[in-house]
């Protein structure tokens, strides 16, 4: 069966460290909550709100060992009047054996207002 993982975090800045290193941490928790290895991952697919173009979010799997092969692809969020700004969101497409109900959602920083019914 294939899950989708959700996930968001914000960044106070635009800028290069900022965003690779809030990347890192909500990948890093979503793999931890949801026990992932690279290869249960089919694919990521990151955005960014209109705010934040220093670097694509996706370099912040280089810093993952044995992460080469899962197909990324950024693009941009649609720009709604009033979203939250400087967000980064994930969606991860994973093999698993887990119930939908058991997939562990990860929402970090200002995006916990997101999705606070999902946020673990």
């Given at each position: 069966m294939i899950?989708?993982?959700?996930?968001?975090?914000?960044?106070?800045?635009?800028e290069k460290d900022a965003i690779i290193d809030a990347t890192t941490k909500l990948l890093q928790e979503t793999i931890d909550q949801n026990k992932l290895s690279?290869?249960?991952?089919?694919?990521?697919?990151?955005?960014?709100?209109?705010?934040?173009?220093?670097?694509?979010?996706?370099?912040?799997?280089?810093?993952?060992?044995?992460?080469?092969?899962?197909?990324?692809?950024c693009s941009s969020e649609i720009a709604v009047q009033g979203s939250l700004p400087r967000c980064i969101r994930i969606l991860m497409l994973v093999n698993s054996i887990e119930e939908q109900g058991a997939i562990q959602h990860v929402y970090l920083e200002k995006a916990v207002s997101l999705r606070p019914d999902l946020a673990s």
């Amino acid at each position: 069966m294939i899950r989708g993982i959700r996930g968001a975090t914000t960044v106070d800045e635009n800028e290069k460290d900022a965003i690779i290193d809030a990347t890192t941490k909500l990948l890093q928790e979503t793999i931890d909550q949801n026990k992932l290895s690279a290869e249960s991952v089919a694919s990521i697919h990151f955005t960014m709100t209109e705010d934040l173009n220093a670097v694509f979010p996706a370099e912040a799997v280089r810093g993952f060992e044995g992460w080469t092969h899962v197909p990324l692809i950024c693009s941009s969020e649609i720009a709604v009047q009033g979203s939250l700004p400087r967000c980064i969101r994930i969606l991860m497409l994973v093999n698993s054996i887990e119930e939908q109900g058991a997939i562990q959602h990860v929402y970090l920083e200002k995006a916990v207002s997101l999705r606070p019914d999902l946020a673990s």
